[in-house]
């Protein structure tokens, strides 16, 4: 399956952005979905995940409360909703698909992910 990360861009701090992962080529429903960060010198880390129907999600303690995770399989689509975007939000975002939705109460670790999409940068300026 191939997928296309989209809508990051620049925004100020407090403001909103919403991420599209379209995913082509595969069965999209078969897959649980993650999605990534990684900022300028650090290391990636997971930041949401759903499982293949929508039913559950998990997020990095980080951005509970401020970023929503959905999918709609008819359009083969993972969104990530960012509200309250802080400075420190500022990163590349990866989605990733996978067969694993959870691994001890949390968002499996990158490398279980089989495909990847190239990324969007967000940018929250303060």
């Known amino acids: 399956v191939q997928l296309q990360a989209s809508g990051g861009g620049l925004v100020q701090a407090g403001g909103s952005l919403r991420l599209s992962c379209a995913a082509s080529?595969?069965?999209?429903?078969?897959?649980?979905i993650a999605w990534f960060r990684q900022a300028p010198g650090k290391e990636r880390e997971a930041v949401s995940a759903?499982?293949?129907?929508?039913?559950?999600?998990l997020y990095t303690d980080s951005v509970k409360g401020r970023f929503t995770i959905s999918r709609d399989n008819t359009k083969n689509t993972v969104y990530l909703q960012m509200n309250n975007l802080k400075p420190e939000d500022t990163a590349v975002y990866y989605c990733?698909?996978?067969?694993?939705?959870?691994?001890?109460?949390?968002?499996?670790?990158?490398?279980?992910?089989?495909?990847w999409g190239q990324g969007t940068l967000v940018t929250v300026s303060s």
């Open positions: 080529g595969g069965a999209f429903s078969t897959y649980n």
């Open positions: 759903i499982n293949k129907n929508g039913g559950s999600t």
């Open positions: 990733a698909a996978g067969s694993l939705f959870m691994v001890l109460g949390g968002i499996p670790d990158a490398t279980t992910y089989q495909y």
